[in-house]
């Protein structure tokens, strides 16, 4: 089930920047799977527009990929983990649509063809987004697919992307179903610890 923001202690956070300050391996996982659908739900509370909705999962990626590279750049001193990500994701989303938009009217100003009539034109829009979007989209499947080229780890992946909890759905996927349940847990957590483990160290390089 979803996060609820004030599920997420304030203890957790402050513990888990702290590993990853630290390098320990099994933080991003930890933090991924714990904050990271919380943080898509706010940021798009805060942005409502058909075009900002396409770009609020690439950006919150994007920012947990930021604070994976260099924890550094959060200061608990100054503030909550989860704050900090929402605002770090909406800049970059805020930052995702002004480009998206100087681009977009590039190609108008360049196109001959009469716009009289497209403003307004919400359906052009949306399917441009959409248009748009999926591009996007297409690029990211290829840089993770360079990085995670098993089948297996790509799901546990968007299992983890889409705040999946629950054992029997990793379990499922890696053919554990079989497996007492303390069994399935402790092989889930080896595969998704082994999976976050190759991206923070693709994000390090600066493959992401």
């Known amino acids: 089930m979803p996060h609820r923001a004030e599920t997420i202690d304030e203890g957790w956070c402050r513990d888990v920047h702290a590993r990853l300050v630290n390098g320990d391996p099994i ?42 590279k260099q924890p550094s750049s959060f200061n608990p001193a100054k503030g909550s983990l989860i704050p900090y990500l929402v605002m770090s994701a909406h800049r970059d989303l805020l930052n995702a649509l002004a480009k ?38 297409a690029r990211l499947a290829a840089r993770m697919s360079a990085i995670l080229t098993d089948p297996v780890d790509r799901a546990i992946l968007d299992l983890l992307c889409n705040g999946e909890r629950s ?42």
């Open 27 to 68: 933080a991003p996982a930890e933090l991924a799977e714990r904050a990271l659908q919380t943080v898509q739900r706010l940021v798009a509370r805060q942005q409502r527009t058909t075009e900002a909705r396409a770009l609020v999962d690439q950006a919150v990626v994007d920012a947990f990929v930021a604070l994976i």
């Open 100 to 137: 998206q938009r100087r681009i977009r009217a590039r190609e108008l100003s360049t196109d001959p063809v009469d716009l009289e009539g497209i403003a307004g034109n919400s359906i052009q829009e949306d399917y441009e987004v959409e248009e748009l979007a999926a591009a996007r989209s």
């Open 167 to 208: 054992t029997a759905a990793f379990a499922k996927i890696l053919g554990l179903e079989s497996l007492p349940i303390n069994e399935q847990r402790k092989k889930v957590k080896q595969h998704k610890d082994r999976v976050m483990k190759c991206l923070q160290r693709s994000a390090r390089r600066g493959d992401l």
